[in-house]
Each structure stands twice: as structure tokens, then as C-alpha cells.
């Protein structure tokens, strides 16, 4: 379990700069992206989660993409208000961040499509309503048949993408030997206001 303290005073990251803070933990552009919690709210008002994959952190937003006729844009376009947590695999560190979501430039998802693996760039072109309603058999037929017949799938445009700029970001480490707490960074006119709050 790690021991790093979830705090920037006493780490290598600005305690005023919480970007920094989740710069230095998130995965690199380069390197295989982390999966996480995506909340929404729905039309009736309650909230929608899904897990998907964060793409980048370019050091002011958060990225992720998806279909265009998919619920979540449904949702962001009524209200683009949403909420990421991106859990460690080994339960070591949590980062929520709540904020904004806003369009992905053309250029950003040229290039986050680019970084998809294989199988992603097929799945942005086969993850669809008709594509779910196949039976098992089908679905992996019509799977292999693409790939087949596309074996570097260019990028679809319904495939969209989304900046989350936080407003409020939260950051929590395990501790075995101590009750752990969590160090909060809420955005304000004059900056980043930092608080403590139990784990």
C-alpha cells in the first residue's frame, strides 16, 4: 500500500497549484490511460455514471471521448456539468474532480484518436445500439469481420470528445497506519482555496 501523503506541501508540487498535484500522478499522453467514474445528470435530474477511460490531462483539463448518439453527450449537451473519479487499480489514491465539460477541439481528437489502440479505434466504430442488440455469435462475427476489413479504422465522426475543467478537485491516499484524509482544492476568483477533510 503506498505511503505517499496526499499532501503537495510536503510533496514536489506547488501547495497552491493542485494541476500540478494531479499532473504528477496521472498517467503521461504516452502511457496507457487510467479508467474512471463519469457522472452525468440525466434529464430527470439524477445523476448517471459510467466507467470510461481518461485519455489525458493536459495540465487544465481532463479528457475523455465517446459517441456522439451516446446517453452521456445526451446528457452533457442539457447540462455539461459532470464529475470524474479516477481510482488507482491498487486502491492507493483517489482523484475526484468535479467541473465543465466543453468540446474537444478537432485537433485534440485527432490526436487522442491517433493514440487509440486497435481494438479502441474499432470499438468507436462498433460500439453502437444495433451493434449491443446482436446475439453473442453475431457480435463476434461482425467483430472479426471488420477487423478484417479494417485493420487501421479511420477515425468515425460520431466520435466525440469532451475537456472537463474542474471547478473542484479532490485527492485521497491510503494510509495502513494512520486514518487517511483527503486535501481539497476548490477553485475561487482568487485562486485555488486548499482544505483538509477526513478520509
Request: hydrophobic share 40%.
Amino acid at each position: 500500500m503506498a505511503r505517499f501523503e496526499a499532501d503537495p506541501v510536503q510533496g514536489d508540487a506547488p501547495a497552491d497549484d493542485p494541476a500540478a498535484l494531479a499532473a504528477s500522478w496521472l498517467p503521461g499522453p504516452d502511457e496507457d490511460p487510467m479508467r474512471m467514474v463519469v457522472a452525468t445528470i440525466d434529464a430527470d435530474g439524477f445523476p448517471r455514471s459510467r466507467t470510461l477511460l481518461l485519455s489525458e490531462f493536459d495540465g487544465e483539463r481532463f479528457f475523455f471521448h465517446t459517441d456522439a448518439r451516446s446517453r452521456k453527450v445526451t446528457d452533457l449537451r442539457a447540462d455539461p456539468r459532470v464529475s470524474l473519479t479516477v481510482l488507482w487499480p491498487d486502491f492507493s489514491r483517489q482523484l475526484v474532480v468535479q467541473g465543465t465539460a466543453l468540446p474537444a477541439s478537432e485537433e485534440e481528437l485527432s490526436d487522442a484518436f491517433r493514440r487509440r489502440s486497435p481494438y479502441l479505434k474499432q470499438l468507436a466504430w462498433q460500439n453502437t445500439f444495433e451493434y449491443a442488440r446482436m446475439p453473442l455469435a453475431t457480435r463476434e462475427a461482425t467483430w472479426a469481420a471488420f477487423r478484417e476489413e479494417h485493420p487501421e479504422p479511420a477515425q468515425p465522426a460520431e466520435w466525440v470528445g469532451y475537456g472537463v475543467r474542474p471547478h473542484r478537485l479532490l485527492f485521497w491516499v491510503a494510509n495502513p497506519d494512520a486514518a487517511s484524509r483527503r486535501v481539497e482544492y476548490v477553485r475561487t476568483a482568487s485562486g485555488w482555496e486548499r482544505r483538509y477533510l477526513p478520509g
